[in-house]
């Protein structure tokens, strides 16, 4: 991990929120770690993926049950 490389280059030093604010999260110090960029930049990735997919599934539900339209 590096300090003193660009912000964009993966191997540089950033602050992950592990719960994140977005999310209904904390803003506190105990829920921050540094990570790699790159890490950060995956988990974030992930996270969302995993969202949108489980906003379609339910969207999916919702209309094989005839439900409430979001």
């Not at 506190?28 to 599934?57: D, G, M, P």
Request: net charge positive.
């Amino acid at each position: 991990m590096t300090f003193d490389g660009p912000p964009n280059a993966p191997e540089s030093a950033t602050v992950e929120h592990l719960h994140d604010a977005t999310m209904g999260g904390v803003r506190k110090q105990r829920h921050r770690r540094l990570a790699h960029a790159i890490c950060n930049h995956t988990r974030n990735a992930f996270r969302l993926q995993a969202e949108r997919s489980f906003q379609v599934w339910l969207q999916k539900r919702r209309d094989d049950c005839g439900g409430p339209q979001a």
